[in-house]
């Protein structure tokens, strides 16, 4: 194309919208239509930013495309292997016995960014660098709305959200479709696709370690349905390990307590083909030793379940005045 080289105005906006478009840099031909490089053209690209490079005569252009092309193809090379090794990294920090905190550390790290590890209430258990648990309590509203919105989606879902103080991506974290927590990633700017594969692999290695730091490293069954009894005794949420657990979410909306009674085989069979449901929303299911217990969502579940066994007269009204007297918002039925 031919630039009036006497109009700087023509060249300023020419300049302008070249940078919009995310040009690199700016490569005009000497020996051609121009003897030198206009100074129109040196001062507006000065004024914009953009690099401006002389090619001879002599050169052609597209040796210059192959030569960019060649080294692109290097920065990608460069750029599959850095993240190659981030991931063999994380992988590493995994074994930590903290491996929670190494991970996230390494993360930022990696994405040159910082990393919040929430639980499934969106309660901070960890940050990286130090200071990054600032960034959690400026959220605003659309992060945590976010959050919500990610519960209803599941394990598969994730989001991305960017405002001028840079980007932030959110990823639930768990294991068979029950969400125990998130990770949040903030960026200067979006990811690209290597630093997007090392966040992946970071979802995978603390969603593991929530899942080992949860109702299995306390102890699996007997923890749960100890922690439940204690819960329908009347005990306040802060006492016992909702977190842990992944049950902070018990303590933020209306429950469903559903309580039935029948034989321990008739209990057991129930329980297995009612974790399928606890998995794939916010729901509990326990075997307390007396009767199986499910607490769900009031808004998202009804669970019919009727085994033999007595109703114990009252004591479906006892519970739901135990469970409001600690906070709790709870519709209790007893079969």
Excluded at 147 to 157: H, I, M, N, T, V
Excluded at 224 to 232: D, P
Excluded at 233 to 250: C, I, K, R, V
Aim: charged share 20%; aromatic share 4%; hydrophobic share 50%.
């Amino acid at each position: 194309m031919r630039l009036p080289a006497d109009d700087p105005g023509v060249l300023v906006d020419y300049v302008d919208r070249l940078v919009d478009a995310g040009v690199a840099a700016l490569g005009i031909g000497i020996g051609l239509t121009h003897a030198v490089c206009p100074p129109g053209l040196v001062q507006a690209a000065d004024a914009g930013g953009l690099p401006l490079i002389e090619v001879p005569g002599v050169t052609a252009f597209i040796a210059i495309s192959k030569a960019v092309s060649a080294l692109l193809g290097v920065e990608e090379y460069e750029g599959i292997h850095r993240a190659f090794e981030a991931q063999r990294d994380l992988t590493r920090a995994a074994l930590a016995p903290d491996s929670a905190a190494v991970v996230s550390a390494r993360l930022a790290r990696h994405v040159e960014g910082w990393v919040l590890v929430l639980d499934s209430s969106a309660r901070l258990l960890t940050a990286a660098p130090a200071g990054a648990e600032d960034e959690l309590a400026g959220w605003p509203g659309a992060h945590k709305a976010e959050l919500a919105e990610l519960r209803k989606r599941g394990l598969l879902a994730s989001s991305s959200m960017a405002d001028a103080n840079g980007s932030v991506s959110l990823h639930p974290l768990g294991a068979r479709g029950r969400i125990r927590g998130f990770l949040a990633v903030g960026t200067a700017g979006p990811l690209d696709r290597n630093r997007q594969s090392v966040v992946a692999v970071a979802v995978s290695l603390l969603s593991i370690a929530m899942e080992q730091g949860g109702a299995s490293a306390l102890g699996g069954q007997d923890v749960r349905a100890a922690t439940l009894r204690l819960l329908l005794a009347g005990a306040a949420p802060d006492e016992l390990p909702l977190q842990l657990l992944g049950w902070s979410w018990l303590t933020q909306t209306p429950l469903r307590v559903v309580v039935s009674r029948g034989t321990p085989a008739q209990r057991a069979d129930a329980l297995h083909r009612l974790e399928s449901l606890a998995d794939s929303m916010a729901a509990v299911v326990v075997d307390t030793g007396a009767e199986l217990v499910v607490v769900a969502e009031a808004g998202w579940v009804s669970v019919e379940l009727s085994l033999p066994g007595a109703a114990e007269p009252g004591l479906a009204e006892r519970l739901r005045a135990r469970l409001e007297r600690r906070g709790y918002a709870a519709e209790v039925v007893v079969r």
